[in-house]
T-cell receptor, first 113, second 112 residues
C-alpha cells in the first residue's frame, strides 16, 4: 500500500546543531508540505513543493529549508536549531490539482535543548 | 493571506449527544474546506470536506455546512461515541492554491 513515512519519530538535539527530518511518500504525489504543530496554533505551514526542483516558503519558514530532488522525498533542514523550534513536525502530500486531500505522515517530535 | 479561526478550543459532550465545531475564514475566494481528525500520537486524517458550490454534505454521523455569505463553516457529529474523542481541525484554501490554512483545533471529549 502507498504511504507517507517520516524519520526519525523522535529527536533530541542541542541549540545550534543542524538537523534534517526526512519525509518519504510512495503515492507519486507532486505536492508535498511541511507543518509544525504547537499547542494553541494548530498546524502552521513551513515550506511546500509542487514538484521536483520547486520549493516555496510558508507562514513560518524562518530557520528552515527544504530541497526537492525527486518526487518521493522532501527533507526539512533546521540550519541552526533553536529552542523555539521544539515542536511536532508533520509532512503531508497531495495530488497535483488544488482542492485535494492531503495525506499526513505520523509526525516527528523534535526537542531542542 | 487566509486566516481561519476555530471555536471552541475544547468541547466535552455526553455519549450519544451531538457536537458542533465552528470555523470562520477571511478570504472570500476560498473554495475548499476540509475537516481533519487527529488521534493521539498520529497525523491528521481527512474525515469530510466541502467545496464552495455546495451548502451541506453528510457522511453517516458526520456533516459539514457552509455559509459563503457569512464566511463560516461547521462540523456536526451526531450520536457521538467514545472513539470520536480526538482533536479536530478545520482548514481552507482559495483559488488554485494547493496549500491549506488550518484552524487552531478543537479537543473533543466524549464522556461515557
Amino acid at each position: 500500500d502507498a504511504e507517507i513515512t517520516q524519520s526519525p519519530r523522535h529527536k533530541i538535539t542541542e541549540t545550534g546543531r543542524q538537523v534534517t527530518l526526512a519525509c518519504h511518500q510512495t503515492w507519486n504525489h507532486n505536492n508535498m508540505f511541511w507543518y509544525r504543530q504547537d499547542l494553541g496554533h494548530g498546524l502552521r505551514l513551513i515550506h511546500y513543493s509542487y514538484g521536483v526542483q520547486d520549493t516555496n516558503k510558508g507562514e513560518v519558514s524562518d530557520g528552515y529549508s527544504v530541497s526537492r530532488s525527486n518526487t518521493e522525498d522532501l527533507p526539512l533542514t533546521l540550519e541552526s536549531a533553536a529552542s523555539s523550534q521544539t515542536s511536532v513536525y508533520f509532512c503531508a502530500s497531495s495530488e497535483s490539482a488544488s482542492g485535494n486531500e492531503q495525506f499526513f505522515g505520523p509526525g516527528t517530535r523534535l526537542t531542542v535543548l | 493571506g487566509e486566516n481561519v479561526e476555530q471555536h471552541p478550543s475544547t468541547l466535552s459532550v455526553q455519549e450519544g449527544d451531538s457536537a458542533v465545531i465552528k470555523c470562520t475564514y477571511s478570504d472570500s475566494a476560498s473554495n475548499y474546506f476540509p475537516w481533519y481528525k487527529q488521534e493521539l500520537g498520529k497525523g491528521p486524517q481527512l474525515i469530510i470536506d466541502i467545496r464552495s458550490n455546495v451548502g451541506e454534505k453528510k457522511d453517516q454521523r458526520i456533516a459539514v455546512t457552509l455559509n459563503k455569505t457569512a464566511k463560516h463553516f461547521s462540523l456536526h457529529i451526531t450520536e457521538t461515541q467514545p472513539e470520536d474523542s480526538a482533536v479536530y481541525f478545520c482548514a481552507a484554501t482559495s483559488g488554485s492554491a494547493r496549500q491549506l490554512t488550518f484552524g487552531s483545533g478543537t479537543q473533543l471529549t466524549v464522556l461515557p
